[in-house]
């Protein structure tokens, strides 16, 4: 079986869509994992088929020089930075299975090399670049003093940012729109301030800061699909190799739904070449933080609202959850009676709400993607502070009354973390569910302690502890009035009965 590759397809008499070789490069994307070639380059490939904005990306990858990452910009370039996308899931209750092979990314650079530090630097000064995309993780958006003017690279991202665009701003050139696809609050407006305090600490002037403010357009952007990434299974592999007809090192997986929410005016959107293809899922509106709000109470807020008590119950993946009348009831319940009326208003509608929360049910019942849920019980308890405190709050605000199943999903938090204890290590809490399942809560060190501490209260002591712990919530939750005896009497159904009783509870 022959490796991807142009040279292959051609042999082979491939006749689907594949952007010209020669294509002008466009973009230069910071970072070349996963979530980015089967998302955002994925967009890029399907403006190119769609309109005539015709553009290449080149992909960089923003850390270290290690021996694998060189391997891995090696073995892309070896097949021309072709790649599989599957997009494998359930759409409007339909099973999706479809496989596009995207052809907008040109090569791949690693500046650790000294080679490819120069090329990256001459195609900053390319008058054909327009865009620059990055997803360097969380931890990526970061102010490193330590980095220089002078080297070659600098560490960090923004400080790799910083020399490319001054480098383009010597060179007399037209400032680039920056989409940055990291998960921080305001990530566009983060990343311009790091880079313009790195441009501070090495002298360069007044006159850059002013071109990266007016030239450029560093956009704020909300991104969101479910990319599991590569398919470990060797079978699994081989079988889908058969049918697509080639080798693929890189082939991704990744789920139907979609959306690119960026923050701009119309100005911008025409501007961005998937914007005026009309690529599904992708939108430019003057503010992403109501979508964002949706996003994080709705879809990250169902997990962490109903998995722990499930994980107790005896499930262990999210899709099966889905199949069990009396968890799905519960989630469903917690979405349309408590969550939901707290966002709908003005900038986000009713439908437009449910419709998302529909979509978020058939994301979970994925028949392609075991999720399984002890790695979304992961840190739970900060989890639960961003996710699901704010839509207690704010149904407690608009109500008056204590939201049932959002109370019930703390006291199977508070059960998560203390059934069946059997003691604290570095690796976290042991415990062991009702079945007889041992398992291993793991969670930050000062809510481990809490509970390791607390593991044997009784159950009126324990949410009396937990609701106090105003360094875990930033509050002390037993100012909300009902709050704290809905919490106790819940939790006390989950010892006695478990945690599918409490969930009938709010049925």
């Known amino acids: 079986m022959q490796k991807l590759s142009y040279a292959s397809l051609k042999a082979d008499g491939f006749e689907g869509y594949l952007v010209p070789q020669d294509a002008p490069e466009r973009v230069i994307q910071f970072g070349e994992g996963n979530f980015l070639r089967a998302f955002a380059d994925r967009y890029f490939d399907l403006a190119n088929e769609l309109s005539d904005w015709s553009g290449k990306v080149v992909l960089v990858q923003p850390r270290d020089a290690s021996a694998k990452r060189f391997a891995s910009r090696n073995a892309l370039n070896s097949q021309d930075c072709l790649y599989t996308v599957l997009v ?65 690279p600098p560490k ?58 007016e030239s450029c357009t560093f956009c704020t952007t909300l991104v969101d699909s479910i990319v599991p990434g590569r398919i470990r299974d060797k079978d699994e592999l081989a079988a889908i190799e058969e ?55 709705i879809l990250n807020g169902a997990h962490t609202g109903f998995v722990p008590g499930a994980f107790l119950a005896g499930f262990t993946i999210v899709r099966d959850c889905m199949h069990d009348e009396t968890v799905s009831s519960f989630m469903d319940a917690m979405l349309s009676q408590e969550i939901i009326p707290t966002l709908a208003g003005a900038e986000l509608s009713q ?29 739970s308890t900060a989890k639960w502070r961003a996710r699901n405190l704010p839509s207690l709050e704010d149904y407690v605000a608009k109500t008056g009354k204590v939201p049932v199943c959002l109370a019930t999903s703390l006291a199977c938090l508070i059960a998560f973390y203390t059934c069946g204890y059997e003691g604290r290590d570095e690796g976290g809490l042991h415990l062991r569910r009702p079945d007889g399942l041992a398992y291993v809560a793991q969670d930050d060190a000062s809510a481990l302690d809490f509970y390791a501490e607390h593991a044997s209260d009784s159950t009126e002591a324990i949410v009396d502890a937990v609701l106090g712990n105003e360094a875990m919530w930033g509050k002390d939750l037993r100012t909300v009035a009902g709050l704290q005896e809905l919490v106790t009497s819940r939790l006390a159904l989950i010892r006695d009965k478990g945690t599918e009783a409490a969930f009938k509870a709010c049925l």
């Open 243 to 297: 049918r697509l007809g080639y080798e693929d090192g890189f082939l991704a997986v990744r789920e139907p739904f979609q959306m690119w929410g960026i923050e701009g005016d119309d100005k911008l959107a025409a501007k961005l070449p998937f914007i005026q293809a009309k690529v599904p899922g992708a939108f430019v509106v003057p503010d992403v933080t109501p979508y964002k709000k949706r996003k994080v109470r």
């Open 88 to 152: 494998r899931g359930q759409e409007k209750g339909t099973k999706v299975d479809e496989a596009r092979i995207v052809s907008t990314c040109s090569r791949c650079l690693n500046p650790y090399d000294a080679d490819d530090y120069a090329s990256l630097m001459e195609l900053a000064c390319s008058p054909d670049i327009e865009f620059i995309i990055s997803n360097t993780t969380e931890a990526g958006i970061v102010y490193d003093a330590t980095c220089k003017a002078e080297d070659r």
């Open 351 to 379: 439908k437009s709400l449910e419709e998302f929360a529909a979509a978020v049910r058939g994301r979970f019942d994925n028949p392609f993607v075991d999720h399984q849920l002890l790695s979304i019980c992961l840190n």
């Open 156 to 213: 960090s991202f923004p400080a790799k940012l910083a020399q490319l665009l001054h480098v383009r701003f010597e060179a007399g050139l037209p400032g680039l729109i920056v989409l940055s696809c990291e998960l921080i609050d305001h990530n566009g407006a983060e990343l311009l301030r790091i880079v313009k305090q790195h441009a501070a600490d090495w002298g360069w002037g007044e006159e850059f800061a002013s071109w990266l403010e």
